[in-house]
């Protein structure tokens, strides 16, 4: 929402229009009242103002009474489709009525914005959004999802804020069907093969899939763009013929027009005009490969004919795949003779990042703080089969939230072998599979060699990075580790010891820096590590001994770098610490421009935004 009209008729509606503006820094504050403040405009009239304004606004918010809001609004009320988010706020900022355009329009969460501003109570009244249940008009656009349906929308909504019993068909996944599987209201059920819908159940269909479906029963479709088509053609082809023909072959494989999220063709194509015409005129990006890169693809029909003219084994299919990443086919090579004697070929992929199948989950756990791991990293937890966690080195707590049933596996007296082998077993049977590792997995967290293996069996898998203990540190230490004109790099290193460094890595190249430095597995070559410091950090530079991090204990060590190998052997720690040395702990005098009143950016340009009359 970027144009924005706030619109008081008081002093003190004024007051709270000025706080609302600051968090929309180019919203302009309008009143008939004469005022002082440069970042306020003074007009004539507010219906004129409306009269010219009302449709080129995306948002107002009247700092009124609601009928003052009502009556000025009601001349130029349209349509829910086009009409700007209206809201109305009473002169105390007490509560925050939601008025016009509440989905669509984004009035709703405009009001609860501007309430959370204004330490103010938000009035909804929509039903979808008073029962906590999805808005079905706006999942779309929610989700980058295209809209249809078999009946009038409003029907739909009516049946789904009667809370009828409702069939969820799941097809693919992405952060939508993922939003809709943890936030599904108690009336509807959510299946992932629609042969398992028994349809005399339900009074509601909403599928979320890019095949097309016919339920006797009302039914929503939210239409993902996750279809890749790859094409080859003839030397001549007509576009109104072939788009038209291909949306016909399209629509007898079941599959939507409006789901197709890319097409490609060979580079000798690019500039095949049809190709071009049929993207622009679809808005669908056309992307062409080189013969060499086609070849790298394996293809379930290869054609002697096309190797023999161009170079390659085929066109569609291999194009197909590569837009999609995937290798398994929707559509495999369909040869098409128009009716002019023109040919064209298609084949169809799902984009891999859609297709509904297991990956691994390697998440960071976090420094050790149980609470410390992220949301996203607890939820994979809660819902995995099958979880693998280093037990020395990840808090016990953390497998209490694993579901009942779960294979829940400590790794220390594992083999990587042993560790895959188990995770394969589980990958096999399209379980959920977690590899809890400590802090953040890319920082010596030994994920390379497991991820090497999973390539080699084919095996998805995602990383969900975690909080670091250098991270944790700096919290602990109640410092930055960046300091205007003092430190502004951190360095997280390791001493050499049985491991050997890279040449240029060493600790003593790092302190040359006098960067904030994080040494990680070097606690028993302390008197190692002090004597390369000190090459370059003065003798007086706070150092801090760090012992499991947020753990509950955790034990902190501090005192100047020439006496850090005493430190260490004072303390008894002999594993699982963290080193952290430079001028930043503890740091407090300096002050960075970020909030300077006289510093510019583009939140806090001090641009006045007034109406001139």
Same mark, same amino acid.
């Given at each position: 929402?970027?144009?924005?009209a706030?619109?008081? &008729?008081?002093?003190?509606? $004024?007051?709270?229009?000025?706080?609302?503006? !600051?968090?929309?820094?180019?919203? +302009?504050? *309008?009143?008939?009242?004469?005022s002082?403040?440069?970042?306020?405009?003074?007009?004539?009239?507010?219906?004129?103002?409306?009269?010219?304004?009302?449709?080129?606004?995306?948002?107002?918010c009247?700092?009124?009474?609601?009928?003052?809001?009502?009556?000025?609004?009601?001349?130029?009320?349209?349509?829910?489709?086009?009409?700007p988010?209206?809201?109305?706020v009473?002169?105390?900022g007490?509560?925050?009525?939601?008025?016009?355009?509440?989905?669509?329009?984004?009035?709703?969460?405009?009001a609860?914005k501007?309430?959370?501003?204004?330490?103010?109570?938000?009035?909804?009244?929509?039903?979808?959004?008073?029962?906590n249940?999805?808005?079905?008009?706006?999942?779309?656009?929610?989700?980058?999802?295209?809209?249809?349906?078999? &009946?009038?929308?409003?029907? $739909?909504?009516?049946l789904f804020?009667?809370? !009828?019993?409702?069939a969820?068909? +799941?097809? *693919?996944?992405?952060?939508?069907?993922?939003?809709?599987?943890?936030t599904?209201?108690?009336?509807?059920?959510?299946?992932?093969?629609?042969?398992?819908?028994?349809?005399?159940?339900?009074?509601?269909f909403?599928?979320v899939?890019y095949?097309?479906?016919?339920?006797?029963?009302?039914?929503?479709?939210?239409?993902?763009?996750?279809?890749?088509?790859?094409?080859?053609?003839?030397?001549?082809?007509?576009?109104?013929?072939?788009?038209?023909?291909?949306?016909?072959?399209?629509?007898?494989?079941?599959?939507?027009?409006?789901?197709?999220?890319?097409?490609?063709?060979?580079?000798?194509k690019a500039?095949?005009?049809?190709y071009?015409?049929?993207?622009?005129?679809?808005?669908i990006?056309?992307?062409?490969?080189?013969?060499?890169?086609?070849?790298?693809?394996?293809?379930?029909?290869?054609?002697?004919?096309?190797?023999s003219?161009?170079?390659?084994?085929g066109v569609?299919?291999?194009?197909?795949?590569?837009?999609?990443g995937?290798?398994?086919?929707?559509?495999e090579?369909?040869?098409?003779?128009?009716d002019?004697?023109?040919k064209?070929?298609?084949?169809?992929?799902?984009?891999?990042?859609?297709?509904r199948?297991?990956?691994i989950?390697?998440?960071?756990?976090g420094?050790?703080?149980?609470?410390?791991?992220?949301?996203?990293?607890?939820?994979?937890?809660?819902?995995?089969?099958?979880?693998?966690?280093a037990?020395?080195?990840?808090?016990?707590?953390?497998?209490?939230?694993c579901?009942p049933?779960?294979?829940?596996?400590n790794?220390?007296?594992?083999?990587?072998?042993?560790q895959?082998?188990?995770?394969?077993e589980?990958?096999?049977?399209?379980?959920?599979?977690?590899?809890?590792?400590?802090?953040d997995?890319?920082?010596?967290?030994?994920?390379?060699?497991?991820?090497?293996?999973?390539d080699?069996?084919?095996?998805?898998?995602?990383?969900?990075?975690?909080?670091?203990?250098?991270?944790?540190?700096?919290?602990?230490?109640?410092?930055?580790f960046?300091?205007p004109?003092?430190?502004?790099?951190?360095v997280?290193?390791?001493g050499?010891?049985?491991?050997?460094?890279?040449?240029?890595?060493?600790i003593?190249?790092?302190?040359?820096?006098?960067?904030?430095?994080?040494i990680?597995l070097s606690?028993?070559?302390?008197?190692?590590?002090e004597?390369?410091?000190?090459e370059?950090?003065?003798?007086?530079?706070?150092?801090?001994?760090?012992y499991?991090?947020?753990?509950?204990?955790?034990?902190i060590?501090?005192?100047?770098?020439e006496?850090l190998?005493?430190?260490?052997?004072?303390?008894?720690?002999?594993?699982?610490?963290?080193?952290?040395?430079?001028?930043?702990?503890?740091?407090?005098?300096?002050?960075s421009?970020?909030?300077?009143?006289?510093?510019?950016h583009?939140?806090?340009?001090?641009?006045?935004?007034?109406?001139t009359?």
């Amino acid at each position: 929402m970027r144009k924005i009209a706030i619109i008081a &008729v008081t002093e003190k509606g $004024i007051e709270k229009a000025l706080i609302i503006q !600051k968090e929309f820094p180019k919203s +302009l504050v *309008i009143t008939t009242l004469q005022s002082s403040n440069e970042n306020v405009s003074t007009i004539t009239s507010i219906s004129d103002y409306l009269a010219d304004n009302f449709m080129k606004l995306d948002g107002i918010c009247f700092v009124t009474a609601l009928g003052i809001c009502v009556r000025l609004i009601a001349p130029y009320i349209q349509d829910k489709n086009t009409d700007p988010a209206v809201i109305s706020v009473d002169d105390l900022g007490l509560n925050v009525q939601s008025v016009l355009s509440g989905h669509k329009g984004g009035a709703n969460d405009f009001a609860s914005k501007t309430a959370s501003v204004l330490g103010a109570k938000a009035i909804i009244s929509t039903a979808s959004d008073v029962q906590n249940i999805w808005a079905l008009d706006t999942l779309g656009n929610q989700f980058d999802w295209q809209t249809e349906s078999s &009946v009038p929308t409003n029907k $739909i909504m009516a049946l789904f804020v009667n809370n !009828k019993p409702t069939a969820l068909l +799941l097809d *693919i996944k992405d952060k939508g069907t993922q939003h809709l599987e943890k936030t599904v209201p108690s009336f509807v059920t959510v299946f992932y093969n629609e042969k398992d819908i028994d349809y005399t159940q339900f009074q509601l269909f909403i599928a979320v899939s890019y095949k097309v479906y016919e339920a006797k029963i009302p039914s929503l479709f939210l239409i993902p763009k996750v279809l890749s088509v790859g094409s080859g053609c003839s030397k001549q082809l007509d576009f109104e013929l072939f788009q038209e023909t291909f949306k016909l072959k399209l629509a007898a494989e079941g599959l939507h027009f409006s789901a197709i999220k890319n097409f490609g063709s060979i580079d000798i194509k690019a500039a095949q005009q049809a190709y071009l015409d049929f993207s622009e005129t679809n808005n669908i990006p056309f992307s062409t490969f080189t013969s060499d890169t086609i070849n790298t693809i394996s293809i379930p029909n290869p054609s002697a004919m096309v190797q023999s003219k161009i170079g390659v084994n085929g066109v569609s299919e291999s194009c197909a795949i590569l837009l999609s990443g995937n290798n398994d086919l929707l559509v495999e090579k369909q040869k098409i003779h128009l009716d002019n004697s023109e040919k064209f070929t298609f084949s169809v992929a799902l984009n891999a990042e859609a297709v509904r199948k297991t990956a691994i989950a390697i998440i960071g756990a976090g420094p050790g703080d149980e609470e410390l791991i992220t949301v996203k990293g607890k939820q994979y937890l809660e819902e995995a089969d099958c979880v693998l966690y280093a037990g020395s080195l990840i808090p016990e707590e953390m497998t209490n939230w694993c579901k009942p049933g779960a294979v829940v596996r400590n790794s220390a007296m594992m083999t990587l072998e042993e560790q895959v082998s188990l995770m394969q077993e589980h990958y096999k049977k399209g379980n959920a599979i977690v590899r809890l590792q400590c802090g953040d997995p890319s920082l010596y967290g030994a994920i390379q060699e497991q991820m090497t293996i999973f390539d080699e069996l084919e095996m998805d898998y995602f990383i969900i990075p975690g909080i670091s203990s250098f991270s944790a540190a700096a919290a602990v230490l109640k410092s930055e580790f960046t300091i205007p004109e003092v430190v502004q790099s951190i360095v997280l290193t390791r001493g050499e010891g049985k491991t050997p460094m890279p040449s240029k890595e060493s600790i003593s190249a790092f302190a040359a820096t006098n960067s904030t430095m994080c040494i990680f597995l070097s606690v028993a070559i302390a008197k190692k590590v002090e004597a390369q410091l000190l090459e370059h950090f003065d003798a007086d530079t706070p150092v801090a001994v760090m012992y499991r991090i947020s753990w509950k204990d955790e034990e902190i060590f501090q005192g100047k770098l020439e006496n850090l190998a005493q430190i260490v052997k004072e303390s008894k720690k002999t594993r699982t610490v963290l080193i952290v040395v430079g001028h930043a702990i503890g740091a407090r005098k300096n002050r960075s421009q970020l909030y300077n009143p006289e510093w510019k950016h583009i939140f806090r340009t001090n641009k006045k935004f007034v109406v001139t009359e």
